[in-house]
C-alpha cells in the first residue's frame, strides 16, 4: 500500500468519524438547529468522498497527464454533499429501519454516481467505455456497507458511544473507497491517450486542495463537534449536581426530607395496593448540641457523616434519609411488624453505640428512637409526627431507647416518660423491692408458699403501684431486665430465709416478654444453681391470656421450664377464653381464679356458678386452684366450701416485705380467724432491720 492510498483511506475514514460525529445530535424531527448539525455533517462527508475521488485518480498511476474542469469539479463536490446530506437525512437519525435502508441507497447512490460523474468530468479521450462489473460490483458493495453503517449508529445508545461510531465510520470508510476504486478500475482510463489541459485546473493544484483543504475542513468541523459536546457534557453534569445537591443533604449524601417523603408516598400507594405494611423509624442522636458545643462544630459535622454511614450500611434494604440536624429517617418498606421494627431499632442502637473515633478521642454516641407503623399508627401525612413523638418519649425516659408509638403519647407524655426514665434509675440504684404475698393452705390454713410482686418506692411520688410501671416497663423492653433481676432477688431469698430454717415455696409473675426473651429458662436455671435452690420451690404464674397464645414459643418454654423441674401456675383465670384441650397439654400444675370471680361470690350465683365450675374443671385436669383476693370471711367459707385447694387475699395477709413475711410464718399457727387479722395487718409493714 503506497502512502497515497494510505492517506487516501485515512481521509474517509476521518471524514465518515467526523461526519457521524456531527451527526450523532441528530433527532428524528429535524429542527432548526439539528438542520445546522445535518448540513456540517453532510459537508464532512461529501468533502471527504470528492478529496477521495481526485487523490484515488493521482495514485492511479496515469502515463498522462490530468487536469480538473474548473466548474464541473467543485459542482461534483457540492453534488456529494448535496446526496450526503439526502443520506444522511434519512439514515443518520436515530430511529426506524425503513429509513436506514433508504438512507444507505442514497448513500451507496451518491458514492457510486459520483465516482463516475467525476471520471466523465475529465472527459478523457477517445472517451470511457465502462466496464459494467465495476458499478455492479461497486454499488451492492457501498449499500451493504452503508446499510449495516447506518444501523449501527440508528442505536441512540450506541451512537453517543465514541468506540461504536469509529466502527460504523470504519464500514462506511470502506463502502465507499472501495466502490471508488472498483468504479476507477473500470472506467479503464488505461486504456486512454489523455485528456484536455488548457483552460482547466492542474492537477497538482487539485492534490492540494483535495488533501490540505480537506483536512483543513474536517478539523474544523470536529472541533466544532468538540467544543460542542464539551459545553453540552458539562451544561448535563451541572443540571444533574445541581438536581442531586437539591435532593441529597450534603454533609452526609444521603437522601434528604424531601426526597424521603417522595419515597414514603410511593410507599404508602404500594401498601394500600398489596395490604402491606410500613414501619417508620424515627432515629435522633441523644445529646448531640453538647458534641457541637464542646468539640465543635468539625467534629460534630464528622460524627454526623460516620452516623450516616452506620445507618447507610444498615439500611439494605430499608430506605434511610437525614431529616435535620442529628436526625435520620428509615423505612421498612414492607412486610413490617413491631418485631422486625424492634430488632432494627436494637440493632441501630448497637451498630451507633459503638465508639468512633473523633479528633484522636474516643467517642460513642446514643439515640433515641421512635416507631410508627402504617397503617394502623396513623396515615401518610401523620406517621413522620408520629415515630416523632415516639422518638420523644424514648429520649425523655432517658434515651439510649426506642419506642413504639401510642395514640397517648400525642397529648400528655411527658409524665409517663418521667416515670420510665426514674424506673431505669430505680433499677440501676436498687430502689426496687419484693414484696410477698403468702398463699395458704385452705383446709388447714397452713402457710404453703408466697407469691414475689414487685414494689417501687418513688424518691418523690411515693409508692408505685405495679399495675402502673409493670406495663410501662413491658413497653419500652425494660420488662426483662426488672424480670431478670427479680429471678435472682427471689433465689437469693430463698436461700436467705432457708438459712433462718424457713422453707418458703415463691411463685414469680412472667410477662409474655420474657417468654420471648431466648435465654429466660437458662437464667431462672442459672439463679436456682448459684443459690443452692431446689427448682421445686419455685412456681411461674403465667396469665392464662398469654398462655393461651398458641405460640411455638410459649409452647417450648412451658416445656422446658417444667422439664427444670419449676411448678407452672396459670394466672388471672377466667379472664382468657381457654381452651380445654389444650390447656390439658400443657405442663401447668396450679390454676389461679381471677380475682373478680371471687369479689363477687357472696352477691352474684354466677360468680358462683363459675367458681364451682372451674375448681371442678381444674380436679379433672388434675390441677390445684388458687383463689385470688379473697377478702372475706363469706368468700373464704365458699371457697372452702367449693374444695379449692389454696387461698390468697387480704383476709389472710397482704403483699409484706421478706423480713415481715419470716416473722409471720414462724408464727403460723393453724387455720386464720377473723381476729388474727390485726396482727397480719400490721405485719405488712416492712419490718424494722
Ligand atoms: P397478680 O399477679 O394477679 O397479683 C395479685 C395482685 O392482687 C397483687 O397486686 C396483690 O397485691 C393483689 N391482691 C392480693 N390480694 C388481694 C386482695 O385481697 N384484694 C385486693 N384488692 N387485691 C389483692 P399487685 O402487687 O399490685 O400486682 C398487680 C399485678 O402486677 C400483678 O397481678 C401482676 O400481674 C403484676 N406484677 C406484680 N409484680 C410483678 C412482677 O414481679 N413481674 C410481673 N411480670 N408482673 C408483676
Ligand atoms: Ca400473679
Ligand atoms: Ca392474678
Excluded at 290 to 313: P, Y
Excluded at 376 to 383: F, V
Aim: glycine share 8%; net charge neutral.
Amino acid at each position: 500500500m503506497t502512502p497515497a492510498v494510505l492517506a487516501d483511506g485515512l481521509l474517509v475514514l476521518a471524514a465518515a468519524y467526523v461526519s457521524l460525529d456531527l451527526a450523532k445530535r441528530l433527532e428524528v424531527r429535524l429542527k432548526g438547529d439539528t438542520l445546522g448539525w445535518l448540513l456540517a455533517s453532510a459537508l464532512a462527508l461529501g468533502t471527504g468522498l470528492w478529496g477521495a475521488q481526485v487523490l484515488g485518480l493521482s495514485h492511479h498511476g496515469l502515463t498522462y497527464p490530468q487536469a480538473y474542469h474548473p466548474a464541473l469539479t467543485p459542482a461534483g463536490w457540492l453534488a456529494a454533499v448535496v446526496v450526503m446530506a439526502l443520506g444522511l437525512y434519512l439514515g443518520g437519525r436515530p430511529g426506524r429501519p425503513i429509513d436506514t435502508l433508504l438512507g444507505a441507497v442514497v448513500f451507496a447512490a451518491g458514492v457510486v454516481l459520483t465516482e463516475m460523474g467525476f471520471l466523465l468530468a475529465l472527459s478523457p479521450s477517445p472517451g470511457i467505455t465502462w466496464l459494467w462489473w465495476g458499478p455492479g460490483l461497486a454499488a451492492p458493495i457501498a449499500w451493504a456497507g452503508g446499510t449495516v453503517a447506518l444501523w449501527l449508529f440508528s442505536s441512540t445508545k450506541r451512537r453517543a458511544q465514541a468506540s461504536w461510531r469509529a466502527l460504523s465510520a470504519l464500514l462506511m470508510a470502506i463502502s465507499i473507497v472501495v466502490p471508488q476504486a472498483l468504479i476507477l478500475n473500470a472506467a479503464d482510463l488505461g486504456h486512454q491517450t489523455g485528456m484536455p489541459l488548457d483552460g482547466r485546473v492542474a492537477s497538482g493544484t487539485m492534490e492540494v486542495l483535495a488533501g490540505v483543504g480537506s483536512v483543513l475542513l474536517l478539523v474544523m468541523l470536529w472541533v466544532v463537534s468538540f467544543m460542542d459536546s464539551r459545553m453540552k457534557a458539562s451544561l448535563l453534569r451541572a443540571r444533574a449536581e445541581m438536581q442531586s445537591q437539591s435532593l441529597r443533604d450534603p454533609l452526609t449524601e444521603l437522601p434528604n426530607r424531601q426526597i424521603f417523603e417522595g419515597m414514603l408516598a410511593q410507599a404508602f400507594k404500594r401498601a394500600d395496593a398489596t395490604q402491606a405494611k410500613l414501619g417508620l423509624l424515627l432515629i435522633n442522636l441523644d445529646g448531640f448540641k453538647g458534641i457541637n458545643e464542646t468539640l465543635g462544630h468539625r467534629i460534630g459535622d464528622r460524627l454526623l457523616r460516620e452516623v450516616a454511614s452506620r445507618l447507610r450500611a444498615l439500611a439494605q434494604p430499608h430506605m434511610v434519609a437525614r431529616q435535620g440536624a442529628d436526625e435520620f429517617l428509615m423505612l421498612i418498606p414492607n412486610d413490617a411488624n413491631p418485631q422486625v421494627a424492634a430488632e432494627l431499632a436494637a440493632s441501630i442502637l448497637v451498630s451507633l453505640g459503638k465508639p468512633c473515633l473523633l479528633d484522636g478521642r474516643e467517642a460513642s454516641v446514643t439515640c433515641s428512637i421512635g416507631i410508627a407503623l402504617y397503617p394502623e399508627d396513623g396515615g401518610a401525612s401523620a406517621l413522620i409526627a408520629h415515630a416523632d413523638a415516639a422518638m420523644r418519649f424514648a429520649k425523655s425516659s432517658g434515651g439510649a431507647a426506642y419506642c413504639f408509638f401510642e395514640s397517648r403519647m400525642v397529648d400528655g407524655f411527658r409524665d409517663q416518660a418521667e416515670v420510665l426514665r426514674d424506673l431505669r434509675r430505680a433499677l440501676a440504684q436498687g430502689e426496687l423491692e419484693l414484696f410477698y404475698q403468702p398463699k395458704i393452705h385452705a383446709p388447714t390454713g397452713e402457710i404453703t408458699g408466697a407469691e414475689a410482686l414487685m414494689r417501687w418506692q418513688h424518691p418523690r411520688r411515693g409508692m408505685i403501684s405495679p399495675v402502673e410501671f409493670i406495663p410501662l416497663a413491658e413497653r419500652f423492653g425494660l420488662i426483662c431486665q426488672l424480670g431478670n433481676w427479680l429471678i435472682d432477688e427471689v433465689c437469693r431469698q430463698i436461700h436467705a430465709w432457708r438459712d433462718t430454717g424457713l422453707r418458703m415455696r415463691v411463685a414469680i409473675n412472667l410477662s409474655v416478654h420474657q417468654l420471648r426473651q431466648p435465654d429466660l429458662v437458662e437464667r431462672i436455671a442459672k439463679a436456682l444453681h448459684a443459690n443452692d435452690v431446689n427448682p421445686s420451690l419455685m412456681t411461674c404464674e403465667i396469665t392464662e391470656t398469654v398462655a393461651m397464645e398458641d405460640t411455638e414459643t410459649t409452647i417450648r418454654v412451658f416445656h422446658q421450664l417444667a422439664k427444670l423441674g419449676v411448678s407452672i401456675s396459670i394466672d388471672d383465670f377466667g379472664t382468657g377464653h381457654s381452651s380445654l384441650s389444650y390447656l390439658r397439654k400443657l405442663p401447668a400444675s396450679e390454676l389461679k381464679i381471677d380475682r373478680s370471680f371471687v369479689l363477687d361470690l357472696e352477691t352474684s350465683e354466677d360468680a358462683r356458678k363459675v367458681a364451682s365450675a372451674v375448681i371442678n374443671l381444674a380436679k379433672s385436669l388434675d390441677l390445684k386452684v388458687v383463689a385470688e383476693g379473697v377478702e372475706t370471711e363469706g368468700q373464704n367459707r365458699i371457697l372452702r366450701d367449693f374444695g379449692c385447694d389454696q387461698l390468697q387475699g387480704y383476709l389472710f395477709a397482704k403483699p409484706m416485705s421478706a423480713k415481715a413475711l419470716a416473722l409471720w410464718a414462724m408464727d403460723d399457727v393453724g387455720p386464720r380467724t377473723m381476729n388474727f387479722r390485726d396482727s397480719l395487718f400490721k405485719a405488712t409493714r416492712p419490718a424494722e432491720p
